[in-house]
Nanobody, 125 residues
């Protein structure tokens, strides 16, 4: 069973909004303390977007998305969301959900224990 499943990616015009969802597996061996979002554009390295600590709700953001993106979680549904507003063409990328079992944040690739398979976001001019 894949522990993290993303959805919500789409093609939108610049200035538009999208909400991505990451379903976190409820299988007992896959319990996570922190969930993060990363993105990767063609030819570029995977980069941090945002992270949330599930128990206390602390959030962290990359400077490039601060004020435009919001990360939140629903522990009843076991989902983590990434609300993206004022989208720009440079936000175009495959967006991945990542999670850490013990850490308080997932702000770099090395901190993630598991990954989803990604959902594509394309922002056109």
């Amino acid at each position: 069973q894949v522990p993290l499943v993303e959805s919500g990616g789409d093609r939108v015009q610049a200035g538009g909004s999208l909400r991505l969802s990451c379903i976190v597996s409820t299988v007992s061996t896959f319990s996570y303390n922190a969930v993060g979002w990363f993105r990767q554009a063609p030819g570029k390295e995977r980069e941090f977007v945002g992270s949330i600590t599930r128990t206390i709700g602390n959030t962290y953001y990359a400077d490039s998305v601060k004020g435009r993106f919001t990360i939140s979680g629903d522990d009843i549904k076991n989902e983590v969301y990434l609300e993206m507003n004022s989208l720009k063409p440079e936000d175009t990328a495959n967006y991945y959900c990542a999670a850490s079992r013990w850490g308080n944040r997932v702000t770099n690739v090395a901190e993630a224990d598991d990954w989803g398979r990604g959902t594509q976001v394309t922002v056109s001019t």
